[in-house]
């Protein structure tokens, strides 16, 4: 016998990777994400290696003998005490677009400040990589889908999603946060992201809304789209800031200044844009840079005493795989 693995079972949307749903019986199929999904891959990119074969043995089931599911470990919904904080949303043109990498420099040069931020990532499939990088970054909380009970969102009812969405957001705010990041995974053509960015939910939420491409096409294009629904477009940004050339080309289309990532981490600069406060050096809770933002973890269903870590700035490789 090989490995021994317990993985969740869930739909995968991924158009840089696979597409999979869960088949309707136990029967071989296969590992589509790095989280630890498991479902029947129905298409793949040529871009990457098949996804690993595996054959399940049965279904883990509680003292009741019921099979287990994700939702039953959810987060329960809270009701935020205090106002919610300035709220910016990232969408982009596809997966790998720049989105995780967008939000995770706002975060970093927010924290060096002093300024406390949560981030979400409201749809996707189930990948420790993108929850790992915010909380490198200095972001706290970092809540995901997963967090409210999902594995991954594709398929998904818009309804469930809308609320799902919400639900996490509150609990930035009762946190105590003063910048909400929420990133929706994909582009704006996957199916929950269309019903998700014309939804009253998300419009209540968002306050602005940065968009990253990877090309001055799709730039153009998501930009219209998002204006055309009435979103405040803050900016835009993405993978193409690694090219100089295609950055000219994008600003000269958009008649708008593309958002780098050394923008994108200024602290002064995008408090400015965003209307928030950011603090001195000096009065930064004692932070630098280079230093990391620093507080209290608490963390449900853990006794006082067991966590003392901190969260914090580090250095990580920036990229999404969900």
Excluded at 52 to 77: K, M, S
Excluded at 187 to 195: I, N, S
Aim: aromatic content about 4%; glycine content about 12%.
């Amino acid at each position: 016998m090989g490995d021994l693995i317990v993985v969740a079972y869930a739909d995968r949307y991924a158009p840089d990777q696979f597409e999979s749903e869960v088949p309707d019986r136990l029967e071989p199929t296969q590992l589509v994400a790095s989280g630890g999904i498991a479902s029947k891959v129905l298409s793949r990119s040529r871009a990457v290696r098949a996804a690993t074969d595996i054959v399940p043995l049965g279904l883990i089931g509680d003292e009741r003998g019921q099979p287990l599911n994700v939702r039953e470990f959810a987060l329960p919904p809270v009701t935020p005490t205090r106002p919610r904080p300035v709220t910016l949303a990232v969408v982009g043109t596809s997966m790998n677009s720049g989105k995780t990498t967008t939000v995770h420099h706002i975060a970093e040069g927010m924290a060096r400040r002093g300024v406390r931020v949560g981030t979400t990532k409201v749809t996707g499939t189930g990948s420790g990589g993108d929850y790992w990088v915010m909380l490198d970054a200095g972001a706290w909380p970092m809540l995901d889908f997963t967090d409210v009970g999902l594995a991954s969102t594709y398929r998904q009812p818009v309804g469930l999603l809308e609320e799902k969405m919400l639900e996490l957001v509150d609990h930035l705010t009762e946190s105590g946060t003063q910048l909400n990041l929420v990133e929706i995974a994909d582009g704006l053509y996957q199916q929950e992201t269309a019903q998700l960015i014309r939804s009253e939910a998300f419009q209540s939420i968002a306050d602005a809304v940065i968009f990253a491409a990877g090309d001055a096409m799709g730039a153009v294009h998501g930009a219209e789209v998002l204006k055309a629904l009435g979103h405040n477009l803050l900016g835009v940004s993405g993978r193409i800031t690694t090219s100089p050339l295609a950055t000219r080309e994008a600003e000269e289309a958009l008649g708008m200044h593309i958002l780098t990532l050394a923008d994108l981490a200024d602290a002064d600069s995008m408090g400015a844009c965003l209307g928030i406060t950011v603090p001195d050096l000096a009065d930064a809770g004692g932070s630098v840079a280079g230093e990391a933002a620093s507080w209290e973890l608490s963390l449900p269903g853990l006794a006082d005493g067991i966590v003392h870590e901190r969260g914090g700035i580090g250095e990580h490789e920036v990229g999404s795989r969900s």
